[in-house]
């Protein structure tokens, strides 16, 4: 955080990180700044009496609430820039009042405190490590949903492996130089069985997301999908489109030419939540949705 002016015995950032602040034109509501606007998502103040708290203050400063204000008194800063009517977060806001940085609704700590990322309306989105908890359950599954299907291809690949390496077996005992290239057959059928098992996770997880907002394993482990501003199961194109990025490195590391990069495709897509400010992977930036903890309420429900 920048430097701080000091204003009628308050701290003012010079910068303000995204959160949620007093609504610059309803004091008894709370407004959420995306760190560059102001968004239109607002909040009751969850305690009455927040105004009184003066905890992240100095020691003995009166409560924000009971200060008096004189007419323009914005800090040493100036007058409130406006922008659609709000003053913004780095000006700082009428009455002089700023939660302690990290704050958010309700929140009351030390200036030290980190709030937890959230959607643009408060909901805490999820952690990584649940994330990736629940991609392994949901593989899991959807392998053994497929096992109908890749049974025969897998069957046949496997004794095809195994004629291949008892015929290396025989022709080094016999002294036979022998090429150690797998038999055409093999890669045939292991790209089948690839394949379908990509196609049934695809139906799998587009189903769920449409239907309930999160497949078996991520309600498992207690979170679900929602497009970022408006909560409820995704849309069917949605789903789509999120789905079809999120496998795109599975399905061209299924080809040989060019497998290493579809590989690495998919380590950055789950590894880009650990760093992204709004905790998305590259298919949740594609299709605007974010990953939040808790269930979705159909919309029709």
């Known amino acids: 955080m920048g430097r701080a002016a000091s204003g009628r015995g308050k701290v003012y950032p010079m910068t303000q990180p995204p959160g949620w602040y007093d609504d610059p034109q309803d004091p008894s509501k709370l407004r959420y700044w995306d760190g560059v606007v102001w968004s239109t998502h607002v909040s009751p103040k969850i305690s009455p009496t927040v ?38 977060p780095q000006q700082g806001q009428a009455g002089g009042q700023w939660p302690a940085y990290g704050q958010g609704p309700g929140q009351q700590g030390s200036g030290w405190q980190t709030a937890k990322a959230t959607t643009p309306d408060g909901v805490v989105l999820s952690g990584w490590w ?10 899991l599954i959807a392998a053994i949903v497929s096992l109908p299907l890749t049974y025969a291809p897998m069957s046949r690949a496997i004794n095809l492996f195994g004629d291949f390496f008892r015929q290396v ?10 090429t150690t290239q797998l038999p055409a057959d093999v890669t045939t059928l292991l790209f089948q069985v690839g394949l379908i098992q990509l196609l049934v996770y695809v139906v799998y997880e587009v189903a769920f997301l449409t239907w309930r907002g999160a497949t078996p394993g991520k309600m498992a482990v207690g979170i679900s999908v929602r497009l970022r501003d408006e909560a409820g199961p995704i849309p069917f194109v949605t789903a789509v489109k999120r789905t079809a990025v999120k496998e795109a490195g599975t399905a061209f590391g299924l080809l040989p030419q060019v497998g290493a990069l579809g590989s690495l495709f998919t380590l950055l897509d789950g590894l880009w939540p650990l ?11 594609a299709a605007a949705t974010n990953v939040v903890v808790g269930p979705q309420r159909r919309r029709d429900a």
Do not use: C, N
């Open 51 to 88: 105004e009184q708290s003066t905890i992240g203050m100095p020691y003995g400063v009166m409560p924000a609430g009971e200060r008096p204000h004189s007419a323009g008194s914005q800090g040493a800063q100036g007058p409130a820039s406006v922008q659609d009517g709000y003053p913004t």
């Open 130 to 139: 649940k994330r990736v908890l629940a991609r392994l359950l949901d593989g």
């Open 169 to 178: 077996f025989a022709d080094a005992q016999a002294g036979i130089t022998t």
């Open 275 to 285: 760093w992204d400010v709004k905790k998305q992977a590259i298919h949740d930036k």
